[in-house]
């Protein structure tokens, strides 16, 4: 029959069909999307987005360029190759960025955040931060109000510094600002306080660089004419007196390359890597661990999943083909281990595998190892493969059991009855059939056990902890978080390529949970 | 009952009893023998048995008691797979992971046969199915005929003797089920196998069998080709089981020879041959089925008994009439007419005269 209409199919109410169908199923995700919403938004907020920054954590690096705003401006134009210590015009903005540092104790924090690239940058800041409003500086102070009493009072500051004089005058109005908004945060007026003496350590400064004043007020051409009889007091010698470590350019080469707020340091660093300004070179050879921690978290993680395939398979296949009352008892004790905390269970292998420990006395007792040379099981890789693959062990079970239950035993009568062997037909009919439940089970585990973190923590020892285990002593101890969410964004790939590996070659469809 | 023993008995079951649980008998004296070639079916309600003996024979269970011999030897200790016997499921259990091909490739593989040998009979058998471009599929990939049609020919790929099935025709429609009933006896009998089928349906039963085997609580209640089962029932439950049938209750009256008189509940007396009831006052079940109920006394014998009845339905149905009468205090009598020019038809309330040739109307046991 041929369609008279050739238009669009339309409804019953004469809307096109393909529209009213569209507002239809709209409808219905709009219900869908609803009734997952509460979790939607619950992950989110709790989960990917707390995720999300941390991951962006390992790439930012706002602190330096925070804390020494006009020290990391002026200091882009130093070479630090010629190995020479950077200018006057440092010295002066370091001076300033220190203060403000020291008085909002910001210098600590920065001083950990750069003792990551250069040891004892750490103790410099902090040494620093206590001397830094007791240098020698006030004597500018008094000079300028030697010159004219007016420069005491901060409103002259205030009036030339928000007029035209603020273009010539860049560091000392940058001074000046940071100075009145850090009143503001105190609660102070300004106006009440006594002018500090970086602003006149700058004003001098710039003066004695010949800023352009001639458009200014008597009184700054009066200054500016003056300074050069001024007597002088070395920054550089200031800074070097409260720590010698200041004379030395690494210090300011680190500053220097840690100044741009986006940096691949972290993830250098967890590739056992260093940023230098020549580009990224790798570690000395005794200080790569992380390299070494990602292959031995691999590989234990690899040897703990093959462990639960073995120890899994006999059990879940028994589990699949016993009577329903057995097998439910034995369920009971296939799962007994999540009932009980996982802290315990660890502690319980710490207690069964340790020298003076059960297994070690059993042996002893049957004579098979001698008193004084017992096995050391544990606080090392066979400690953490042990008390892991028994406490996975139900991760690869329990997805091998559904999926062995869905195998008809049919299969294998079929099998046996065309002549094959138990083995041959165990090996060529079912097997094939269970590998869906090994597969999940297998992604569970390994993925379970690349971030496990407590077991390798309590029973790893030095040998057999994983890269979790560095993670955790980064995000607690160290408190790099830097770092740390470098090295778990680094294990997130590592375990995204596995699984695009494993789809490739095993077919994630092929994997089953029942 | 059934012979026992004969001299060319290809299956033989010996006293066979079956427990699973140790408390009930499931199967319960199983004696049967079946000659090479035979086509055997056991029918029977579920829960009856019939898969458990059929799993002894493969040797998927043990008998609990007595013996089972293939060819003259007992098979009790040999494992399935040295069994040599073909078998369809009743799901048809083909791989789900193996093309058809391999499948069929299967048996003859673990047999260690040469890879072309392998080929030319997995074509062969694909062939005798007409399944032959059906060779890489997938059992996924087929509908229920034609996977039940590729589990036959794995059956029967490796030449077995001896080939069991288990209501493989179960999951089909009627009419694929009807063709696929014509070809396995088909091939049945082409390739000369003994073949123990199952099923609980008895037209296919009655249609493919050379005997059937009824099955009823662990027993095998008859055991005959299927035109006596139907026409001479040897108890009640085969007559009830096979085909549609009227019942009466009754006391014997008097046995003559193959003769005898039942007086029914109501006091009025029918003939009926005598099948398992010896003495007079014996009680007893009297099964007629529906067309032999004959309405018009010219054809009977002079001195037949006759019964009143009251029409209460009557169906037309294309070939026949249906007609339910009230008989002796029941309603559930049914007779069946042939549309033939001359029949009459009924009309509800009608009062009628039935009767019997005494050898159709078989007194049982109660
Ligand atoms: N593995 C088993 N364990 C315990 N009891 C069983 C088992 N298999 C069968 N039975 C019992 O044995 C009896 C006979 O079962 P069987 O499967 O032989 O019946 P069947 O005649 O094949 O029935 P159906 O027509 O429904 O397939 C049933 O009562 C059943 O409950
Ligand atoms: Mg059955």
């Known amino acids: 029959?041929?369609?008279?209409?050739?238009?669009?199919?339309?409804?019953?109410?004469?809307?096109?069909?393909?529209?009213?169908?569209?507002?239809?199923?709209?409808?219905?995700?709009?219900?869908?999307?609803?009734?997952?919403?509460?979790?939607?938004?619950?992950?989110?907020?709790?989960?990917?987005?707390?995720?999300?920054?941390?991951?962006?954590?390992?790439?930012?690096?706002?602190?330096?360029?925070?804390?020494?705003?006009?020290?990391?401006?002026?200091?882009?134009?130093?070479?630090?190759?010629?190995?020479?210590?950077?200018?006057?015009?440092?010295?002066?903005?370091?001076?300033v960025d220190m203060w403000f540092a020291a008085e909002r104790k910001e210098h600590t924090r920065l001083g950990t955040r750069l003792n990551y690239e250069l040891t004892g940058v750490s103790s410099l800041f902090r040494k620093t931060g206590r001397?830094?409003?007791?240098?020698?500086?006030?004597?500018?102070?008094?000079?300028?109000?030697?010159?004219?009493?007016?420069?005491?009072?901060?409103?002259t500051f205030a009036a030339m510094l928000d007029g035209p004089a603020a273009d010539e005058l860049p560091l000392t109005a940058d001074a000046?600002?940071?100075?009145?908004?850090?009143?503001?945060?105190?609660?102070?007026?300004?106006?009440?306080?006594?002018?500090?003496?970086?602003?006149?350590?700058?004003?001098?400064?710039?003066?004695?660089?010949?800023?352009?004043v001639t458009g200014a007020s008597e009184r700054l051409r009066a200054a500016a004419a003056a300074v050069g009889e001024f007597e002088t007091v070395s920054l550089r010698d200031q800074f070097a007196d409260a720590d010698e470590d200041w004379l030395d350019p690494e210090v300011w080469k680190t500053i220097q390359l840690y100044s741009p707020r986006v940096t691949p340091g972290y993830f250098a660093n967890a590739a056992d890597m260093q940023v230098t300004p020549e580009g990224l070179e790798s570690r000395p050879e005794n200080q790569q661990i992380y390299g070494v921690l990602f292959k031995r978290t691999l590989f234990m993680s690899l040897v703990i999943t093959g462990s639960c395939i073995l120890l899994g398979y006999p059990v879940a296949w028994l589990l699949a083909n016993l009577p329903m009352r057995v097998a439910n008892l034995l369920m009971i004790l296939v799962l007994l281990p999540f009932w009980t905390s996982l802290?315990?269970?660890?502690?319980?292998?710490?207690?069964?595998?340790?020298?003076?420990?059960?297994?070690?006395?059993?042996?002893?007792?049957?004579?098979?190892?001698?008193?004084?040379?017992?096995?050391?099981?544990?606080?090392?890789?066979?400690?953490?493969?042990v008390a892991m693959t028994h406490i996975l062990l139900p991760f690869m079970i329990l997805p091998m059991y559904s999926v062995m239950q869905t195998i008809p035993p049919s299969y294998l009568r079929a099998a046996k009855s065309l002549g094959a062997t138990n083995w041959t037909a165990f090996w060529r009919v079912y097997f094939p059939q269970s590998v869906p439940g090994i597969g999940a089970g297998s992604i569970l585990v390994f993925i379970l056990a690349i971030g496990y973190y407590i077991t390798p923590e309590i029973v790893g020892g030095n040998t057999g902890?994983?890269?979790?285990?560095?993670?955790?002593?980064?995000i607690s101890s160290s408190l790099n978080w830097g770092l740390a969410a470098a090295l778990g964004t680094i294990l997130l790939v590592v375990v995204l390529v596995l699984y695009w590996a494993y789809d490739r070659i095993v077919g994630i469809d092929n994997v089953k949970l029942g | 009952m059934a012979d026992t023993q004969s001299a060319d008995a290809f299956v033989e079951f010996e006293r066979v009893q079956k427990s699973y649980d140790g408390e009930t008998l499931v199967v319960k004296d199983l004696n049967l023998s079946l000659p090479k070639g035979e086509f055997l079916t056991m029918l029977g309600p579920s829960g009856s048995g019939k898969t458990t003996c059929l799993m002894m024979l493969a040797g998927f269970e043990t008998a609990t008691h007595g013996e089972i011999k293939l060819d003259g030897r007992p098979i009790n200790n040999i494992p399935p797979h040295k069994r040599g016997i073909g078998m369809v499921f009743q799901n048809y259990a083909l791989f789900p992971h193996m093309t058809v091909a391999e499948n069929l490739a299967f048996p003859l593989e673990v047999r260690r046969m040469g890879k072309s040998d392998r080929e030319a009979k997995v074509k062969r058998a694909l062939d005798m199915v007409q399944m032959g471009e059906f060779g890489g599929r997938r059992p996924a990939q087929l509908s229920g005929g034609q996977q039940q049609r590729i589990a036959l020919a794995r059956a029967l790929v490796f030449e077995p003797e001896l080939v069991l099935m288990d209501e493989p025709l179960g999951a089909l429609d009627k009419q694929l089920r009807e063709h696929m009933q014509f070809e396995i006896t088909r091939i049945a009998h082409d390739l000369g196998i003994t073949t123990v089928y199952v099923t609980h349906d008895q037209t296919e039963a009655l249609t493919m069998s050379d005997r059937v085997a009824v099955f009823n609580d662990g027993r095998i209640q008859q055991l005959a080709p299927p035109d006596q089962l139907y026409e001479s029932p040897?108890?009640?439950?085969?007559?009830?089981?096979?085909?549609?049938?009227?019942t009466l209750d009754g006391v014997v009256q008097e046995i003559r020879g193959d003769h005898c008189t039942v007086k029914l509940e109501d006091g009025s007396i029918i003939d009926a041959k005598p099948v398992n009831v010896s003495q007079p006052g014996e009680k007893t079940l009297v099964s007629i089925r529906p067309e032999r109920v004959e309405m018009n006394r010219d054809r009977l014998n002079p001195d037949a008994h006759t019964l009143k009845a009251e029409v209460l339905e009557f169906i037309y149905m294309g070939d026949i009439f249906r007609t339910r009468l009230r008989v002796a205090g029941r309603e559930d009598f049914v007779i069946k007419t042939r549309n033939a020019p001359d029949q009459r038809r009924l009309k509800p309330g009608e009062q009628i005269e039935i009767g019997w040739m005494p050898e159709d109307c078989r007194a049982l046991d109660a």
């Open chain 1, 465 to 474: 902890t994983f890269i979790s285990n560095r993670i955790a002593y980064h």
């Open chain 1, 131 to 155: 001397r830094v409003d007791r240098f020698d500086t006030d004597i500018y102070a008094d000079q300028f109000v030697a010159l004219n009493p007016e420069w005491e009072a901060p409103q």
């Open chain 1, 176 to 212: 000046w600002a940071r100075w009145k908004e850090f009143n503001v945060e105190e609660g102070d007026a300004v106006l009440e306080e006594d002018v500090p003496d970086f602003v006149y350590t700058a004003l001098h400064y710039e003066l004695s660089q010949g800023a352009e």
């Open chain 1, 343 to 385: 802290l315990v269970r660890t502690s319980a292998w710490k207690v069964m595998l340790q020298q003076q420990g059960v297994v070690n006395d059993v042996l002893v007792w049957l004579g098979l190892v001698a008193d004084d040379a017992r096995l050391t099981m544990i606080n090392n890789q066979f400690g953490t493969i």
């Open chain 2, 234 to 246: 040897q108890n009640s439950f085969v007559a009830q089981f096979i085909g549609e049938n009227n």
């Open chain 1, 1 to 95: 029959m041929a369609e008279t209409n050739a238009g669009p199919m339309l409804a019953a109410d004469g809307t096109p069909l393909k529209k009213s169908l569209a507002r239809a199923l709209r409808r219905q995700k709009l219900r869908a999307l609803m009734l997952i919403a509460p979790l939607l938004i619950f992950v989110l907020v709790t989960f990917v987005i707390p995720i999300g920054d941390m991951l962006l954590r390992s790439v930012k690096n706002d602190i330096v360029a925070d804390t020494l705003p006009a020290t990391v401006e002026v200091l882009g134009d130093w070479d630090h190759d010629a190995q020479e210590l950077p200018g006057d015009d440092v010295w002066t903005a370091f001076y």
